[in-house]
């Protein structure tokens, strides 16, 4: 499947912060003292494991903004399958160039992979049923964008990017609202037409009243068993959207997905992603 690529512009001060936190005050002063300037290469980013690509992207830009000359063929794409050994992409040019860009590009490509590799392993347990897997806001900070991009190439869904995306009622809002209908009928009187509403429930108790209230068009079960699930697609109804969160994991996202719920989201995607194993081969 191909993806249709963010700006480089919006991506580009991330990956500077990234260059600049790697390169320091003076730059690559090894490359500087063992590479003589002229000296030319062509490189190689091969993937050590099985895995779905992502980060091919972020990888060219931080090449590209460390020597803009550096001539950059990507061959496995971001949201592509690769194999162990697998050239992803060829880099060739100035070897100096080539080195002071590799941790930064490495850094990226790997950790995004690891990222793509998790979700589409979530996502083949949810073939045949319509539940979509999505993300949550639990990404590194200052990376939250590249992370969702590449829970995309896994091919999962993203959920809010930002505070601001949509009204999501959490638990402790209703808390300190003094509850569901409290927090309903707040936002009913305060939000934009154009804001989508999603309220967190953890009992089918408040579930019931969610319903009766009205002015949600999502509601979030939160941390229920599959059994609970059942009752709560039922009760719903198709009278709006579900999705199921909390203790997610591999082997138990089937089963979510066999309820009925409409999507399914887990932080695990980003926060417990293991980086895949890329290296630069000269």
Known sequence: MSFATVPDLILEPMIRNALMEDLGS???VTTRAVIPAETRYAARLNARADAVVSGMQVARMAFHLVDAGLEIEIH???GEACSAGQTLMTITGSAGSILSGERVALNFAGRLTGIATKTA?????TKGTGARVTCTRKTTPGLRLVEKLAVLHGG????R???SDAILIKDNHIAAAGGVRQVLEATRAHASHMMAVEIEVDTLAQLEEVLAVGGASVVLLDNMSNE????????IGGRMASEASGNVTLERIA????TGVDYISSGALTHSAATVDLGLDF
């Open 26 to 28: 003076y730059g690559d």
């Open 76 to 78: 496995v794409g971001d």
């Open 121 to 125: 392993g979530f996502v083949a347990q």
């Open 156 to 159: 999962g869904f993203n959920h």
């Open 161 to 163: 990017y930002s505070l």
């Open 228 to 235: 609970m699930l059942v009752q709560a697609v039922e009760m």
């Open 255 to 258: 089963g979510i997905a066999a």
